[in-house]
């Protein structure tokens, strides 16, 4: 005889009046919003607009120094931003517009439309979304680029407010459609009665000024070129703090383990990278019902990136190359990272093992370089006391040791014979 009388939400009520939790129910959406790791998803997006640009203050002031005139009535600059992909270049310019807007707010009003052009590829497409950032009602087809240009005039009269325009991916427009638009807007105060009615950022990670006509970049002026260069290491380790520190529970992470990402990213110098990786480590770790994330969840995303180790890069190694890697390989199961002088100690335990001699401080040295040059491990570098001593700390970001380690085990003992 069933006696439930009902069930609803949490609980069951019995007939006898009898409530028992009915937790079993949603036991597997306990994980979710249980905040043990994710407290706010949102720093983890790429499109997350953070208060503070970390790291950035030269370039962010070598920007600022270029719309110097800005603050007068008639002020206005031309800029191009270039840099490789992830380099900052399209936050850059956001956070600039943002906060200049806000700087000058008492002192000249501002505005700023920023632009992709590889969702708008023609000249008329990017005339009318410029148009439209003033005039939202704005009709978006059948203007010419004349009367788009005479729209935009009027606008920027009627509204007495500097804008500066932001074209970012420039090249996908200059490649399909050529520079018309760019020396137009350059051009838009001539035979007016104002100037400085607009400032222009192009940004691209091409060389874009090579691809400018001349007419263009004499109005631009090579001085008005800004290079931004990729991240290194410490710039990845800061934003990939920044957002861990924004997003997660504090007990959920250390400072080892965000510089594991951030050696993972180190090739490529992407911010990007560091971003999707505490991502994606966040919901590996998660997903296992863990309370906080382990190099493991770390490894195992980055281990998906292809070309990073391809499967039979263990070939290049000799015997005694395998036996360095393996013990740390066994190191690194548990730690995110080690010293050389653990890869020694620990390197003899395992010479030990496998019955061999172990080969000499310098040779050791060799094999450890060649392991990092096939890109197995990672090696950082850090200055201990005033610059006297170095400690190189291993890392192996883009593999999980516990793989590679069964990998060698399966073929040194071979190795070893030759
Ligand atoms: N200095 C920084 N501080 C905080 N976050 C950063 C910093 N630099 C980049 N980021 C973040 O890294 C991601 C990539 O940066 P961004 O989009 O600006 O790169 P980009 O140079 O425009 O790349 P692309 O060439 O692919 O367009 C973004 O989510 C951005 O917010
Ligand atoms: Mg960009």
Redo the contacts with the bound molecule.
């Keep these: 005889m069933n006696n439930v009388d009902f069930s609803f939400g949490k609980e069951r009520v019995f007939k006898n009046g009898w409530h028992q939790d009915a937790t079993s129910m949603s036991d597997y959406l306990d994980r979710i919003g249980s905040g043990l790791i994710l407290l706010n998803p949102d720093p983890l997006?790429?499109?997350?607009?953070?208060e503070?640009?970390?790291?950035?203050e030269d370039i962010q002031e070598s920007l600022a120094g270029k719309f110097h005139s800005i603050a007068h009535p008639n002020g206005s600059a031309n800029v191009v931003i270039t840099?490789?992909?992830?380099?900052?270049?399209?936050?850059?310019a956001?956070t600039f517009c943002r906060d200049i807007e806000y700087h000058l707010r008492n002192r000249r009003p501002l505005r700023s439309v920023h632009i992709n052009c590889r969702n708008a590829t023609t000249n008329v497409r990017v005339a009318q979304r410029i148009v439209q950032s003033l005039d939202p009602g704005h009709p978006d087809r059948g203007l010419s680029m004349g009367e788009l240009l005479s729209s935009l005039r009027k606008l920027l009269r009627n509204n007495g407010r500097h804008l500066i325009i932001v074209l970012?991916?420039v090249d996908h427009l200059l490649r399909k459609s050529g520079n018309d638009l760019i020396y137009q807007l350059l051009r838009i105060d001539e035979d007016q009665e104002g100037s400085g009615t607009l400032s222009l950022i192009l940004?691209s990670?091409e060389q874009v000024l090579d691809v400018l006509e001349n007419a263009v970049i004499s109005r631009f002026g090579h001085t008005n070129h800004l290079p931004?260069p990729p991240?290194d290491m410490k710039?990845l380790h800061?934003?990939v703090r920044?957002?861990a520190e924004a997003a997660l529970n504090p007990r959920s992470w250390d400072d080892e383990l965000l510089k594991l990402i951030a050696t993972s990213a180190a090739p490529s110098g992407?911010?990007?990278q560091?971003?999707e990786l505490l991502g994606a480590a966040v919901e590996h770790a998660e997903s296992e019902g863990q309370k906080s994330i382990s190099p493991e969840h770390v490894q195992t995303k980055a281990r998906k990136v292809p070309q990073v180790m391809p499967e039979d890069v263990l070939d290049e190694l000799s015997g005694h190359s395998m036996l360095v890697l393996l013990g740390i390989c066994r190191r690194l199961r548990k730690a995110e990272f080690m010293t050389s002088k653990d890869v020694e100690s620990i390197y003899a335990v395992v010479c030990e093992e496998y019955e061999v001699k172990p080969r000499s401080h310098t040779t050791v040295w060799k094999f450890l370089k060649h392991i990092e040059s096939l890109n197995i491990i990672a090696t950082r570098v850090d200055t201990v006391g005033e610059g006297r001593g170095r400690t190189t700390h291993i890392s192996m970001p883009h593999a999980l040791p516990v793989d590679v380690a069964a990998r060698i085990e399966g073929r040194v003992a071979l190795k070893l014979k030759r």
Aim: charged share 25%; net charge neutral.
């Design positions: 997006d790429f499109d997350y607009i953070p503070v640009m970390v790291g950035r840099g490789p992909v992830g380099s900052g270049k399209t936050l850059l956001r970012d991916e940004i990670q931004i991240y710039g800061a934003i920044q957002r992407d911010a990007r560091v971003i």
